[in-house]
Antibody, heavy 115, light 112 residues
Framework: QVQLQESGPGLVKPSETLSLTCTVS????????WSWIRQPPGKGLEWMGY???????NYTPSLKSRLTISVDTSKNQFSLELSSVTDADTGVYYC?????????WGQGTLVTVSS | DVVMTQSPLSLPVTLGQPASISCRSS???????????LHWFQQRPGQSPRRLIY???NRDSGVPDRFSGSGSGTEFTLKISRVEAEDVAVYYC?????????FGGGTKVDIK
């Protein structure tokens, strides 16, 4: 069974870059799409973007100017960078397999934007 | 963006009774390939979301058969035939037929 685990700093200062990594175990990152989804505290889910194992990406328009997703197949990992963060970027960040199929999710990691 | 509207926002249910959640989309979710990319997710308190139903009516492996999905076009329904205590959660619909993918606002199911 494929498992996903998010990791990264839990606290980021305003205007800085939020960086997270998702490590995939129990299966190869190859031949699949991989996504990031986030959830502000007490609110609903927002799909952010995806990457194919080959490196092609697609981002939701509202985040396109600030979001970069990359992949490292040698480490079976993919990563997210969100620049110029504000407190509106505070929330739980999930990684998942697929674009909109999303059958497997990580447990999520809470990122707080605060000075 | 396609707007996904769920109702009700909150659904108190008696144990053993049925529950029904509606999801409406602002555009038809029949994709260019003829497939309807409408999925249902369950998020229990303190947990990550779990997919229950994919492509409107297909139950994921390990999902109890008391969960069922139906609908087409712009109107979809998730039904729980007999609610159990472990079904307390927020349920989300999500569409992947139009760019960008979007989620409904969620329906909170709890025990009356």
């Amino acid at each position: 069974q494929v498992q996903l685990q998010e990791s990264g700093p839990g606290l980021v200062k305003p205007s800085e870059t939020l960086s997270l990594t998702c490590t995939v175990s129990g299966g190869s990152i190859s031949n699949y799409y991989w996504s990031w989804i986030r959830q502000p505290p007490g609110k609903g889910l927002e799909w952010m973007g995806y990457i194919y194992y080959s490196g092609s990406t697609n981002y939701t328009p509202s985040l396109k100017s600030r979001l970069t997703i990359s992949v490292d197949t040698s480490k079976n990992q993919f990563s997210l960078e969100l620049s110029s963060v504000t407190d509106a970027d505070t929330g739980v960040y999930y990684c998942a397999r697929g674009r909109w199929e999303l059958p497997y999710w990580g447990q999520g990691t809470l990122v707080t934007v605060s000075s | 963006d396609v707007v996904m509207t769920q109702s009700p926002l909150s659904l108190p249910v008696t144990l053993g009774q049925p529950a029904s959640i509606s999801c409406r989309s602002s555009q038809s979710l029949v994709g260019s390939d003829g497939v309807t990319y409408l999925h249902w997710f369950q998020q229990r308190p303190g947990q990550s979301p779990r997919r229950l139903i994919y492509k409107a009516s297909n139950r994921d492996s390990g999902v109890p058969d008391r969960f069922s999905g139906s609908g087409s076009g712009t109107e979809f329904t998730l039904k729980i035939s007999r609610v159990e205590a472990e079904d307390v959660a927020v349920y989300y619909c999500m569409q992947g037929s139009h760019w960008p993918p979007t989620f409904g606002g969620g329906t909170k199911v709890d025990i009356k």
